[in-house]
């Protein structure tokens, strides 16, 4: 199994970045993915996960609103369309496959997410 981020970058508060996830080497159909995120210093935190079955969403209240999660299952792709992004957002982003099968979307506990991407830096400046 292959998870594989792109799309980070460097913006300036305001900005918007959209992150791929893209996902090889299995046949699930009952799965989901996750994006986390790891600032400097701070745990890694779940902000948003969507059912690659059913596209049902979730978000953290620190993104509801300025982020938006899509699926595109055809190409194995999940996508993370980041706007008006802070400083706060900062961070390495990483997005993770749950399942199958998928148990929970509102619960972004890292141990319910097996196969995991190496990540991409976002930088929002001020």
């Known amino acids: 199994v292959q998870v594989v981020e792109s799309g980070g970058g460097a913006v300036q508060t305001g900005g918007s970045l959209r992150l791929s996830c893209v996902t090889s080497?299995?046949?699930?159909?009952?799965?989901?993915i996750g994006w986390f995120r790891q600032a400097p210093g701070k745990d890694r935190e779940g902000i948003s996960c969507i059912n690659m079955n059913d596209g049902n969403t979730y978000y953290a209240d620190s993104v509801k609103g300025r982020f938006t999660v899509s699926r595109d299952n055809a190409k194995n792709a999940v996508y993370l369309q980041m706007d008006s992004l802070k400083p706060e957002d900062t961070a390495v982003y990483y997005c993770a496959v749950q399942g199958p099968p998928v148990l929970t979307i509102t619960r972004m506990r890292e141990g319910l997410y097996e196969f995991w991407g190496q990540g991409t830096q976002v930088t929002v400046s001020s």
């Open positions: 080497g299995f046949t699930f159909e009952d799965y989901a």
